[in-house]
């Protein structure tokens, strides 16, 4: 029951949230506007749209349209410099988890001297502290998968030794989080699952991990119940707006846990997998690990916490034995991932061998290895090795 919570972010939700823009008090008066390489979000007009609200705002802008699905270092320097060369004093993220991860850390190294790598605590990264904070940071969510919204976490990938590791610190909490479900209707059927279940095991990790506490429960359990009910919907219907809406408020709260929590290994072992397959959607990963994941804790860490998430996501577990409740979790985890027509993903689907996953094992165990210290149970390198064999078959 000792807890510390602190969440110093500001949060727009709802429909035409977006507009609050124009209106709420700026952080400074140039940004750099962080956007994927993709094409959506000039496409859809979204870019536009965000330019527009800050000029009327008083703000001028510089976009950066250069983040990968997987973030990395390189890009994060350029950017950095680009914020410093500009003289922009704020910076915001416009589009999925990737590049408002990629804002935060680009607001860190615009403010800091030396490499991005120089701050981080895992692999080979130097630890040092961040000293100079960071550039105010808006964050504009157009997808309903990563949380990063209502946490201080952001992960990037070192291309050259394929480690990919979160960072973050109290200066990486955004200023103003702007959710606007209405933003979220033209995601992709896969995408909107993907994401959903990687808001999904944001809460179940944060529920389980052995720094879960009464706050960030009570946002886990509401996340994992919306999104059972709610992504099945959103996946089939993605012109359903309270589905997209309800979805959209589950990955918020479990950003919520995330600050108030932390991931479990399960999270190690994707960013592995998609370290060295960064075309691998992290949120499908995550699906491809999940039930060999659980499934191995089943009865090696306490059942209530099972039962609990179970009950949440509409099983009656009360009906069933009591050495039987605990499983129910996998059962509604597989309702789950059917419903949302994710039942075949396969790794050797993105060019992961059996072959390499003892490689991949040692990555997640060396990059990402304080994760496996929140575990309720400690994971040895062979049942790492293990949970890996069973996901791959």
């Not at 009906?319 to 985890?333: E, G, H, V, Y």
């Amino acid at each position: 029951m000792t807890f510390t919570y602190f969440m110093p972010t500001s949060i727009c939700f709802g429909s035409g949230a977006l507009d609050e823009l124009g209106r709420v008090p700026l952080p400074g008066k140039k940004a750099l506007v962080v956007i994927s390489a993709g094409t959506s979000m000039r496409k859809l007009g979204y870019l536009s749209r965000v330019e527009a609200l800050l000029h009327k705002n008083g703000a001028e802008t510089v976009v950066y349209d250069k983040i990968q699905p997987n973030p990395t270092k390189s890009s994060v320097m350029e950017a950095a410099a680009i914020a410093r060369a500009e003289q922009c004093d704020f910076v915001v993220g416009l589009g999925g988890g990737s590049s408002i991860d990629a804002a935060k850390s680009i607001a860190v190294m615009a403010k800091n001297p030396g490499d991005y790598w120089d701050y981080i605590a895992g692999g080979s990264g130097g630890g040092k502290p961040v000293t100079e904070g960071a550039l105010p940071i808006i964050a504009i969510t157009t997808t309903a998968g990563t949380g990063t919204e209502a946490d201080p976490w952001t992960v990037i990938t070192k291309e050259d030794t394929n480690e990919k590791i979160g960072f973050g610190n109290k200066h990486t909490f955004p200023y103003l989080s702007i959710v606007d479900p209405d933003l979220m209707m033209s995601v992709p059927r896969a995408l909107t699952a993907y994401q959903g279940f990687d808001a999904f095991f944001h809460a179940a990790e944060g529920f389980i991990a052995t720094i879960a506490n009464p706050m960030g429960d009570l946002f886990a359990l509401k996340s994992i119940e919306l999104l059972a009910r709610w992504l099945p919907v959103a996946v089939k219907d993605g012109s359903n707006k309270e589905a997209r809406a309800q979805v959209a408020l589950a990955n918020t709260l479990s950003g919520l846990v995330e600050t108030a929590s932390c991931c479990t290994s399960e999270h190690s072992l994707e960013h592995a997998m998609s370290a060295f397959h960064p075309k691998l959607e992290h949120g499908a990963g995550l699906i491809m690990l999940c039930r060999a994941y659980f499934g191995f804790f089943l009865g090696k860490i306490p059942g209530e916490l099972y039962e609990a998430m179970a009950k949440a996501m509409g099983e009656d577990v009360e009906a069933l034995p009591k050495d039987k409740r605990a499983a129910a979790f996998l059962t509604a985890l597989e309702k789950m991932i059917k419903a949302c027509g994710m039942e075949s993903l396969k790794m050797s689907d993105y060019g992961i061998t059996r072959g390499e996953l003892p490689a991949l094992a040692r990555n997640a165990r060396e990059t990402m290895g304080g994760l496996f210290e929140l575990d309720r149970y400690k994971l040895s390198f062979e049942e790492t090795v293990e949970i890996y064999e069973k996901a791959f078959a």
